[in-house]
């Protein structure tokens, strides 16, 4: 893994290695409740009062169907050979859901800010190479992050409502043009950068067809503003470059943006678009230049007044029709 000099410039000066903020935003992939390895989920005799409620069973009853216990402690059980939790369970569309989710336990829902995954740069990546919903979403800021660490979910509870403020801010701000033109400048110091590698992209779209190639696209606040200003034909002679391009619906797990004859939404598309090459970059590269261009977008969030929302383009588009 490569760290940024910002990185060891916080080391040096003793500061947090996340005082940045930390994103998350629930995938519903089950990855953090499943095996193959083995694992403890500590559940609290208050915590079992309260799950064997929703069951609708004596607390004696969860006690002996669904714990065992580990010296003083009660772990949930898992099943056998799959490791996985006892109560998750396979979901639409290849996800997997909790049945006790309304009840889980503490421990559940403090994920990811756990002291472990919390205790360095290392550690934070190493948990987010196994959850999807690490590193997406919203951003927590430090003390927001230690409050969840520590088991104070009030922070996790305000954060339900960053989707609404997002598409908010967004109707508010969609056409400002000082943030427009920060925006143009960080994309053309983006391509200036990726035009030094002498990297080419053929445009074909293969990397568009987000379901086949295997993976998503992930879009900021600012990154949607600007998407979203560039469809507008009426600000065809403002400051970023337009297309005519209306919203289109997310339908499927193709970019609706993408046709055989190329991107019609190239001039203001976001940056995992900008860096993300198939051929003749160095993935590793690719990665180190991803990070470094979303600390700049978060700063610029916070000294914006944006509300950083951090998700998967189709659910933006899905989104969007609510302040069109």
Same mark, same amino acid.
């Given at each position: 893994m490569?760290y940024?000099?910002?990185?060891?410039?916080?080391i040096?000066?003793?500061?947090?290695?996340y005082?940045?903020?930390?994103?998350f935003?629930c995938?519903?992939c089950?990855?953090?409740?499943?095996?193959?390895?083995?694992? $403890?989920?500590?559940?609290?005799?208050?915590?079992?009062?309260?799950?064997?409620?929703?069951m609708?069973?004596?607390?004696?009853?969860?006690k002996?169907?669904?714990?065992?216990?580990?010296?003083?402690?009660?772990?949930?059980?898992?099943k056998?050979?799959?490791?996985d939790?006892?109560?998750?369970?396979p979901? #639409? *569309?290849?996800?997997?859901?909790?049945?006790i989710? #309304?009840?889980?336990? %503490?421990?559940c829902?403090?994920?990811?800010?756990?002291?472990? *995954?919390?205790y360095?740069?290392r550690?934070?990546?190493a948990?987010?190479d196994?959850c999807?919903?690490?590193?997406r979403?919203?951003c $927590?800021?430090?003390?927001?992050?230690?409050?969840?660490?520590?088991?104070n979910?009030? #922070?996790l509870?305000?954060?339900?409502?960053?989707?609404?403020?997002?598409l908010?801010?967004?109707?508010?701000n969609?056409?400002?043009?000082?943030?427009l033109?920060?925006?143009l400048?960080?994309?053309?110091?983006?391509?200036?950068?990726?035009?030094?590698?002498?990297?080419?992209c053929?445009?074909?779209?293969?990397?568009?067809?987000?379901?086949?190639?295997?993976?998503?696209?992930?879009?900021?606040?600012?990154?949607?503003l600007?998407?979203?200003?560039?469809l507008?034909?009426?600000?065809?002679? *403002?400051?970023?470059?337009?297309?005519?391009?209306?919203l289109?619906s997310?339908?499927?797990?193709?970019?609706?943006?993408?046709?055989?004859?190329g991107c019609?939404?190239r001039?203001?598309?976001?940056?995992?678009c900008?860096?993300?090459?198939?051929?003749n970059?160095?993935p590793?590269y690719?990665?180190? %230049?991803?990070?470094?261009?979303?600390?700049?977008?978060?700063q610029?969030?916070?000294?914006?007044?944006?509300v $950083?929302y951090?998700?998967d383009?189709m659910?933006?588009?899905?989104?969007?029709?609510?302040?069109?």
């Open positions: 490569l940024s000099a910002e990185y060891f410039v916080k040096i000066r003793k500061e947090k290695w005082s940045d903020g930390l994103a935003a995938q519903g089950g990855n953090c409740c499943g095996g193959p390895d083995e694992g $403890y989920v500590w559940i609290t005799p208050t915590e079992i009062a309260a799950a064997a409620k929703f609708k069973i004596t607390a004696d009853d969860f002996k169907r669904y714990t065992h216990r580990v010296g003083l402690k009660y772990s949930l059980i898992e056998q050979p799959s490791k939790c006892i109560f998750l369970e979901g #639409p *569309n290849g996800s997997k859901g909790c049945t989710y #309304p009840v889980r336990p %503490l421990q829902r403090t994920w990811p800010f756990w002291k472990e *995954n919390l360095s740069a550690s934070w990546a948990a987010a196994g999807p919903g690490m590193n979403g919203n $927590y800021a430090p003390d927001d992050i230690e409050k969840v660490r520590d088991g979910l009030t #922070p509870k305000s954060s339900l409502s960053v989707e609404k403020a997002a908010d801010w967004l109707a508010a969609r056409n400002d043009p000082q943030i033109a920060q925006m400048e960080l994309y053309l110091d983006l391509d200036n950068t990726i035009a030094a590698t002498a990297a080419q053929r445009n074909c779209g293969k990397c568009c067809d987000f379901g086949q190639f295997g993976h998503r696209l992930y879009v900021t606040t600012l990154e949607m600007y998407f979203l200003n560039g507008n034909p009426a600000n065809s002679n *403002n400051v970023n470059h337009r297309n005519p391009n209306k289109q997310a339908t499927g797990d193709r970019c609706p943006y993408q046709s055989s004859s019609s939404t001039n203001n598309r976001p940056t995992g900008r860096i993300f090459y198939c051929e970059l160095d590793d690719q990665n180190e %230049l991803t990070e470094q261009v979303l600390t700049r977008l978060r610029m969030h916070q000294s914006l007044g944006a $950083y951090y998700a383009l659910q933006w588009l899905k989104l969007i029709g609510k302040i069109s």
